[in-house]
């Protein structure tokens, strides 16, 4: 789901860069010494997920772990994102550095927008598969949808291009919502407080 350089014009990437600092300043703020580990741990998770991607058109298609990293994280996820963003973007040239601002939103913004719908259910304990599952579903489709948004507003040569990633993406959002629904099911039985679960 990594954006290509060259591809977005100039305001959308201020504005990205823009909204991706103030997240950033948000997601650093809200980690304190107790998850820093988790944090860093889930970043480079998703740092190797990401890896494995069949490019199509300017963008990629790949596991994103999104709302999983949102719902341990909040606002944190963020920042692990970012760190994540940079490095493939330096070591492997995924995405690009003047992109990376818009590509964090994309991926980070979808994760925040998909798992704050459902984090709520996670305090229930007969809806945590359906929080997990549907927090994991909706993200990918949020962030998939920030990304044709971007492109759209691009420019008009980019319909095709917009419709063949969102489809592309559809099984994606499928098996990311099953994997987060097996992961949030897993820690609400070991581990509960990582998901903020009450006891």
Not at 95 to 115: A, D, R
Request: net charge neutral; glycine share 12%; charged share 10%.
């Amino acid at each position: 789901m990594h954006l290509s350089e060259g591809i977005v014009s100039m305001p959308i990437l201020i504005g990205g860069g823009a909204l991706a600092t103030v997240g950033t300043i948000i997601g650093l703020k809200k980690i304190d010494e107790d998850h820093i580990m988790t944090t860093a741990m889930l970043s480079a998770t998703f740092f190797v997920a990401s890896l494995i991607h069949v490019p199509i058109g300017p963008g990629s298609v790949h596991l994103l772990l999104n709302g999983l990293m949102a719902l341990i994280l909040g606002w944190a996820c963020i920042p692990a994102i970012l760190v994540a963003l940079a490095l493939q973007a330096v070591f492997f040239q995924y995405g690009g550095l003047t992109v990376l601002g818009v590509n964090v939103v994309i991926i980070g913004g979808g994760g925040l927008l998909g798992s704050c719908l459902f984090r709520g259910m996670l305090q229930r304990p007969k809806l945590r598969k359906l929080a997990g599952l549907l927090s994991g579903f909706f993200s990918v489709a949020c962030a998939a949808l920030f990304l044709c948004i971007t492109l759209l507003t691009t420019g008009e040569e980019f319909v095709g291009t917009a419709q063949v990633i969102f489809a592309a993406h559809l099984p994606v959002m499928v098996v990311e919502g099953v994997i987060t629904m097996f992961i949030v099911s897993f820690l609400a039985k070991v581990q509960p407080e990582i998901l903020g679960i009450k006891s």
